[in-house]
C-alpha cells in the first residue's frame, strides 16, 4: 500500500523513567517527589518510512533526559499535573513535527512525617494513596486532564443508606465493610492559556475531589449514616469514574457469648462491585 493512500499514526517516547526531585528551603523545610514517567509522542514522521529518514524523530534518550531537566530546572515544587503539562508542552513548542504529547505519571505516595505532632523538616514515610496522572498537549494549546486516586481500607461499622435503602446488606445485623476506592475524573481546556496561573491550581482540584469523596463516605465527625456513593458530588471536573468494590465483615455466631457482635470475619460472600461514570454535557 503507497503511503499517499495511508493515514499514518506515528506514536513513540519512553516509559518507566523514574524520577526523584528534592525541594530545599533555606529554614531547612524540604519537600520531595518520586514519579514514574511515562511519555508518549506524536509526530509527523512519514520520512522515516519512505526515505528512511529518521531524522525528524525525537530520540527516546532524549524525551528520557528532558524529564531530568525540566524536574531540575523546577525553581519551586511542583505538583504532578503541573509538571506533565510543563513537559509536554516542550516537546510541542520546541519539535516542529510534534503534533502532541502524551505524559503518563504514577506519584509514590511519601508522605510528612510528624514527632511528637509536630510535622519533620525533611522526614516523610510513604502513604497508602496512589496519584496517577495523564495529560495531553496538542501543538494548537488544547489540553486535557486525567487524574487517578485510589486507596484500599475506608473501613466504617455504620450502614451508609446505601444499605438502610434496600433495607439490608444481609439478613443479619448491620454489618463493618469497607471500599477500595479507585476515582478518575478529568479537565478539558482549550488552549494552556486558559489555565490559572496559581502554582497550586491542580492541588486544590485533587484536594477538593478527595475530601467529596471521603465526606460523602464517612458523613459527619459525629458518625451516623452517611450517604451511598450514588449520591457524591464533585465539584469542577468535566467527567468523573468512581470504581468501589466493597469489602464486608459479618458478625460471627457466637450466641453464648454477651456480645456476639464484637467479633467479626471478612465475608467474600457480600463482596460487591460499584462502577458510576458521570460526564458533563458538551454544548
Known amino acids: 500500500m503507497a503511503m499517499d493512500d495511508a493515514k499514518l499514526d506515528f506514536r513513540h517516547g519512553k516509559s518507566r523513567v523514574r524520577v526523584g526531585r528534592v525541594w530545599r528551603e533555606p529554614g531547612g523545610r524540604q519537600f520531595i517527589v518520586e514519579w514514574n514517567v511515562s511519555i508518549s509522542l506524536l509526530s509527523d514522521c512519514v520520512s522515516s518510512y519512505t526515505d528512511d529518514d529518521t531524522s525528524n524523530v525525537v530520540a527516546?534518550?532524549?524525551?528520557?533526559?528532558t524529564v531530568y531537566v525540566?524536574?531540575?530546572?523546577a525553581v519551586l515544587p511542583f505538583f504532578v499535573e503541573d509538571f506533565s503539562q510543563f513537559y509536554s508542552k516542550h516537546f510541542t513548542s520546541f519539535y516542529s513535527q510534534v503534533t502532541a504529547a502524551i505524559v503518563h505519571i504514577v506519584e509514590k505516595p511519601w508522605e510528612r512525617i510528624s514527632i511528637d505532632g509536630q510535622p519533620h523538616q525533611h522526614g516523610f514515610k510513604l502513604g497508602s494513596e496512589k496519584h496517577t496522572t495523564e495529560v495531553t498537549v496538542k501543538k494548537s494549546g488544547y489540553l486535557q486532564v486525567y487524574i487517578w486516586y485510589s486507596r484500599v481500607g475506608s473501613a466504617e461499622d455504620n450502614p451508609s443508606e446505601f444499605i438502610l435503602n434496600t433495607g439490608s446488606c444481609c439478613e443479619c445485623e448491620p454489618c463493618s465493610f469497607s471500599l477500595e476506592v479507585t476515582a478518575s475524573w478529568g479537565y478539558t481546556y482549550k488552549a494552556l492559556s486558559t489555565l490559572p496561573l496559581e502554582q497550586w491550581h491542580?492541588?486544590?482540584?485533587?484536594n477538593n475531589v478527595k475530601k467529596a469523596l471521603v465526606d460523602t463516605f464517612f458523613g459527619s465527625p459525629?458518625?451516623?449514616?452517611?450517604?451511598?456513593v450514588q449520591s457524591t458530588r464533585v465539584p469542577d471536573?468535566?467527567?468523573i469514574s468512581l470504581k468501589m468494590p466493597n469489602f464486608h465483615f459479618i458478625p460471627v455466631n457466637l450466641s453464648s457469648k454477651?456480645?456476639?457482635e464484637i467479633v467479626k470475619f471478612g465475608g467474600d460472600v457480600y463482596f460487591q462491585q460499584m462502577n458510576h461514570t458521570v460526564r458533563s454535557k458538551q454544548p
Open 60 to 65: 527516546t534518550d532524549t524525551i528520557k533526559n
Open 237 to 239: 471536573v468535566s467527567s
Open 222 to 228: 459525629e458518625g451516623g449514616y452517611s450517604p451511598s
Open 258 to 260: 454477651e456480645n456476639p
Open 202 to 206: 491542580f492541588t486544590e482540584k485533587y
Open 70 to 73: 525540566k524536574a531540575k530546572e
